[in-house]
């Protein structure tokens, strides 16, 4: 009798211990877990941060600034349209062309030519220094939109970076830094600074 409820003390003890280790373990595999995930999180916030052209990487830590006056450039009902404004203008090419951009884009919003609000992301310079990638976070067309349209559209960006002086060749189109994809017009190639129309 003796001996039974010894075995049942030892068989319980037993359980009690495994149960013990099955928890410890799964605590301990959980909190690895936990520490890998931690890891991997920072290691691709660290990648993402890394800008992919080393222009961006390597800018220079101060930047001499001034206002200056720009022309901007937008094609509506058949004739163009500009606007003169003030924006920073920065030695830092890549600045310059941020602010110019956003300053652009705003004037197309004001004069209504786009239907859906378009936002810059990111503006980077390739490897020779002439040509920009210029990043926006949606698509600026739309499907109802005319071949006709989107070129026009393309010419009043190309006009109003030639006009101001932008010193670059060609510029390319990106949609969340992605070629923009487009069944009209083909986005693979760099646009020509100089365009297509003839002033």
Wanted: glycine content about 2%; proline content about 4%; hydrophobic content about 45%.
């Amino acid at each position: 009798m003796r001996n039974a409820i010894k075995n049942s003390l030892n068989q319980s003890a037993n359980k009690v211990k495994f149960i013990f280790m099955k928890q410890l373990h799964c605590i301990l595999i959980s909190c690895l877990t936990f520490l890998l995930g931690i890891f991997l999180y920072l290691a691709h916030q660290y990648v993402i941060f890394l800008k992919p052209f080393a222009t961006q990487i390597f800018e220079k830590p101060s930047s001499i600034v001034s206002k200056k006056k720009v022309t901007l450039y937008v094609w509506d009902q058949e004739a163009w349209k500009h606007e003169i404004v003030e924006i920073i203008w920065s030695d830092n090419l890549i600045k310059t062309l941020e602010y110019v951009l956003i300053a652009w884009l705003a004037f197309l919003d004001e004069e209504k030519t786009n239907n859906k609000k378009i936002s810059l992301q990111s503006v980077a310079i390739g490897p020779s220094g002439q040509e920009a990638y210029i990043s926006f976070d949606r698509n600026p067309f739309e499907k109802k939109n005319i071949a006709f349209d989107k070129w026009l559209w393309i010419e009043s960006l190309l006009k109003t970076l030639r006009k101001n002086k932008i010193t670059l060749k060609s510029i390319q189109l990106l949609v969340h830094h992605q070629p923009l994809i487009d069944y009209h017009i083909d986005f693979s190639k760099p646009w020509p600074l100089e365009g297509f129309l003839k002033e």
